[in-house]
Nanobody, 122 residues
Framework: QVQLVESGGGSVQTGGSLRLSCAAS????????MGWFRQAPGKEREFVAA???????LYADSVKGRFTISRDTVGNTVYLQMDSLKPEDTAVYYC????????????????WGQGTQVTVST
């Protein structure tokens, strides 16, 4: 069983920054890609960013230029640096992993964390 554990959520004011972390543990797990999704109250979960090993990256248009995804050298910890935060970034952020492939489709990710709350106030 693979576990993904997020940390780093919290509350900030508009324009502030937060860094989310996600650590994978459990059976041998070498994800082909890891990503972040978010779900705001009353809305569907949406793609935020993804990274394949330490190279290719994908971002939602709404976060491009403000968020940066990265992975550690081993590859089992992924980070999401969030700068210039806006109230519309308020959501529960979920870490996800997939053993193969790379993309933005939620259904293609087979491992999920429990989520961490990010709240951005005006």
């Amino acid at each position: 069983q693979v576990q993904l554990v997020e940390s780093g959520g919290g509350s900030v004011q508009t324009g502030g920054s937060l860094r989310l972390s996600c650590a994978a543990s459990g059976r041998a797990f070498t994800p082909g890609a890891m990503g972040w999704f978010r779900q705001a109250p009353g809305k569907e979960r949406e793609f935020v960013a993804a990274i394949r090993w330490r190279s290719s990256q994908l971002y939602a248009d709404s976060v491009k230029g403000r968020f940066t995804i990265s992975r550690d050298t081993v590859g089992n910890t992924v980070y999401l640096q969030m700068d210039s935060l806006k109230p519309e970034d308020t959501a529960v952020y979920y870490c996800a992993g997939r053993s193969r492939g790379f993309g933005t489709i939620m259904a293609d990710y087979d491992s999920w964390g429990q989520g961490t709350q990010v709240t951005v106030s005006t």
